[in-house]
């Protein structure tokens, strides 16, 4: 299952990059292949400065070894050897008519002390942060994430629909960090999903990132904005900051336990705005983004 999870995970980056770099037609990616010192290593791919895409990243890793005391305790086992795979990307577009995207898709495997495998699992997900309110696209996006979800169990897409509005949250600022999507973790075998449904589930989440995101960015990268817009998507982007430094598991795991600092932190825009207590005019099309966010709604029945 590592071998065959793998091998879709590197295609499907080469694919995607594939697909940003024709609707960017000004940037590409480099890419920077690293290792990890314990065991496995990742391919990072970065595309910066580009006419549509101001800074993105699609990155893979494949990381094995001795599995963490702190990771240990997380997991509450005793197990020490693990094998860690996914795909991880952001994409913060220069328009701020565009939403900026963020998925993953990522599997585990744990070993007993005769290297059998012990546990194994599938996780991720894959959510929209507009900065303007399109709904149209939103419930495009929504409606692409149900239909991965209903060819399996018609009650996943409520499900991991529920755990991405609860997981990507500013509880501190009492507001969502976008407009939702989907979000799983530890999809084990069970009485309902062998482990080859799971993968077979992650498969077509993953190779629905696509045709989901994809479009609105085609159809928005065309239109028009200003500086003052401009300057709206990067104080949205303190708010994309602030969740991923203060909330997010994986970025804090990554950075209390030696992590590659560059892959962990790619996900940050490059340019942020912080102002003292901001708040959009009543009624203007910024305010209405923090209704959406403050109130997180159905977007499809």
Known sequence: MKDKFYKHIVDLQKIICSKFEKIDDSA????????????????????????????????????YGKLP???QK??????????????????HPMNP??????????????????GNVSDSWFG????????????????????????????????????FKQNCDDYFFNSHRKEARGVGGLFFDYCKKNEKM???????????????FIPSYIPLMEKRKILDYTKSQKNWQE????????FNLVHDKGTLFGLKTNGRIESILMSLPPS?????????KKNSEESKLIEILTKPKNWIK
């Open 28 to 63: 590409v990616f480099n890419e920077d292949v690293w290792k990890r010192k314990e065991g496995g290593g990742g391919i990072t791919k970065i595309m910066e400065g580009g006419h549509v895409i101001e800074k993105g990243g699609v990155n893979i890793s494949k990381v």
């Open 97 to 114: 008519m565009i939403p900026t995207v963020h998925a993953n898709w990522r599997y585990f495997e744990m070993y007993d002390n005769k």
């Open 235 to 242: 104080l949205r982007r303190g708010r994309y900051v602030e």
């Open 272 to 280: 942020v705005k912080w102002r003292y207590d901001y708040v959009p």
């Open 194 to 208: 062998t482990i080859e449904d799971w993968y077979n589930f992650i498969y077509d989440s993953s190779n629905s």
């Open 74 to 91: 997380q997991l509450n086992t005793n197990d020490k050897e693990f094998f860690a795979c996914g795909l991880s990307l952001v994409i």
């Open 124 to 159: 991720g997900g894959l959510d929209l942060t507009p900065y303007y309110v399109f709904e149209d696209d939103i419930i495009h996006f929504h409606k692409i994430c149900k239909q991965t979800c209903d060819k399996y169990d018609i009650s996943f897409y409520k499900k």
């Open 69 to 71: 005391k702190s990771m």
